[in-house]
């Protein structure tokens, strides 16, 4: 086997792994803002200015994970194709 073909599959590997923990990362995201959203329907103490801070924080932080996700979609493609090109 040939280190091209070696470095190849450590990159679709390690993409593997990068897009199941993105999905995993993002379902947890999504089930604990469906549990904060019930726990304020139902906990009528918190102000809304509490509530819209911590809702412009899970906001940014979907936000920040859809940048990283982007980016890292981009370097695996750069990288893959730095590959492809070794040929």
């Known amino acids: 086997m040939n280190t091209l073909h070696i470095a190849q599959q450590m990159i679709g590997f390690?993409?593997?792994?990068?897009?199941?923990?993105?999905?995993?990362?993002?379902g947890l995201h999504e089930q604990?803002?469906?549990?904060?959203n019930k726990f304020w329907q139902?906990?009528?103490?918190?102000?809304?200015?509490?509530?819209k801070v911590i809702s412009d924080w899970m906001t940014a932080y979907k936000k920040g994970c859809?940048?990283?996700k982007n980016s890292m979609d981009d370097?695996?493609?750069n990288v893959e194709d730095f590959f492809k090109d070794a040929k």
Request: aromatic content about 8%.
């Open 42 to 51: 139902k906990a009528p103490m918190f102000p809304e200015e509490g509530k």
């Open 66 to 68: 859809e940048d990283l």
């Open 32 to 36: 604990t803002e469906r549990v904060i």
């Open 14 to 26: 390690n993409k593997s792994a990068y897009d199941h923990n993105i999905r995993a990362m993002s």
């Open 75 to 77: 370097n695996f493609k």
